[in-house]
């Protein structure tokens, strides 16, 4: 089942205007110029007719423009970042664990939904604190317009995980939750969590290394 989010870009590559968009799905137009912030756009027949030539004209190419302008930005830091070492892996791993990591137990976790954040901190598990597959623990926080076997099977790529390593997924059924996630978050969200398999290294002795870490780290702040 496509995601509200691939209607709406459908919709906006076939050249429909935010507020078209917002008839057809219910997507407010602020949400829409988020996702879509540095998209190209070309207005197709039916809105030019809805709107004047001229504004939708000036319109459109201030937006292309400024999605050229952003997508260079894009590139030039890109490359300014340059070969990582493993040191810098290692920091930036760190950094990730401090912002998404668990602190209040003795437990290496980490949660997040952008497979960027997931990416990272798989390679610097394996990397940096030198785990194997057996090691980790995944499992998903799902809403009711989830579909479980598509976001298992995504996020098993985005890890280099089997499916079989996903355990129990949680459904989150609260009204308010429904309201806030409807069609945002397709895959839901991902955590990770570190099994020692009876070696205390890779269980509450790392979880102290990366409070070590993190301290030597803010000391020299």
């Known amino acids: 089942m496509n995601s509200l989010r691939e209607d709406a870009t459908r919709l906006r590559d076939l050249g429909y205007s935010y507020n078209m968009i917002k008839e057809e799905l219910g997507v407010s137009v602020s949400t829409q110029s988020n996702w879509f912030s540095n998209r190209v756009f070309t207005p197709n027949k039916e809105v030019i007719d809805r709107i004047k030539n001229g504004p939708i004209r000036n319109a459109e190419l201030r937006h292309n423009e400024r999605v050229i302008r952003t997508n260079k930005t894009l590139s030039e830091a890109s490359i300014e970042v340059g070969e990582l070492t493993k040191r810098d892996l290692w ?32 390679k610097w598990f394996r990397e940096i604190c030198c785990l194997d597959d057996s090691n980790f623990a995944l499992s998903l926080n799902l809403y009711p317009d989830n579909d479980e076997g598509e976001a298992i099977s995504y996020w098993s790529k985005v890890t280099n995980m089997s499916p079989s390593s ?39 002795v790392l979880f102290r290394r990366i409070k070590g870490w993190t301290k030597g780290a803010v000391n020299q702040v």
């Open 166 to 204: 996903f355990k129990k997924t949680q459904i989150d059924v609260r009204k308010d939750k429904k309201r806030k996630h409807a069609g945002k978050l397709k895959y839901g969200t991902l955590q990770i969590r570190i099994r020692s398999n009876g070696d205390t290294a890779k269980g509450v």
């Open 91 to 122: 920091l930036l791993g760190l950094g990730i664990y401090m912002g998404e990591g668990s602190k209040s137990i003795e437990s290496v976790r980490i949660i997040n939904s952008d497979p960027d954040i997931i990416k990272i901190s798989m």
